[in-house]
């Protein structure tokens, strides 16, 4: 989605915002009702991170979310792009969407752009959905905005899990 369609659906995400709406009831969970504490830790680091990098503190909750808002402006992208899955798929389905998405996102990269995926978008599936006009019977699967990265936007290193964590070695 880009030019007008793009412009349409962040005025109108942005509107429903400005106006204190909160967002649609998810479709699809981003995360377990219980997240297991691992991955609880890791989600909590991330965000003291990301949000630590551009002057926010912990408990400055609308400071947050205006970093959280520019999800919805792609974070000045002139592009996104809007994955849908139909709703009878199971897991191996949503990891087959996930694999194409990076594959996407690498090729990105080697043509010197750079993306961001989105399951931000998912808040605002209504919207999302009323302006790029999905076939009936599809969710929202998540966003992703593409375009190239601000050199000054702060990028904090992002930690990664230790391979002996993610990964059994069988001889």
């Known amino acids: 989605m880009t030019g007008a369609k793009l412009a349409e659906l962040k005025y109108l995400v942005g509107q429903r915002i400005a106006d ?7 479709q699809v969970l981003p995360y377990p009702q219980v997240l297991p504490e691992q991955y609880a830790r890791r989600i909590e680091e991330l965000g003291a991170l990301r949000y ?18 520019r999800n919805w402006d792609c974070f000045g992208a002139p592009v996104a792009l809007f994955c849908y899955l139909n709703e009878q798929m199971l897991p191996p389905q949503w990891l087959d969407a ?42 929202l699967g998540c966003g992703m905005s593409i375009g190239y990265a601000d050199p000054d936007e702060p990028r904090p290193a992002i930690p990664r899990a230790e391979l002996a964590e993610v990964v059994t070695f069988r001889s």
């Open 98 to 139: 996930g694999m194409f998405l990076q594959t996407v996102m690498l090729l990105l990269r080697k043509e010197g752009l750079d993306s961001c995926a989105q399951i931000a978008w998912g808040r605002y599936h209504r919207s999302v959905t009323e302006i790029a006009e999905p076939p009936p019977g599809y969710v």
């Open 52 to 69: 630590g990098a551009v002057g926010v503190a912990r408990e400055d909750y609308a400071g947050r979310e205006r970093v959280r808002v």
């Open 20 to 26: 204190g709406d909160t967002g649609d009831p998810p």
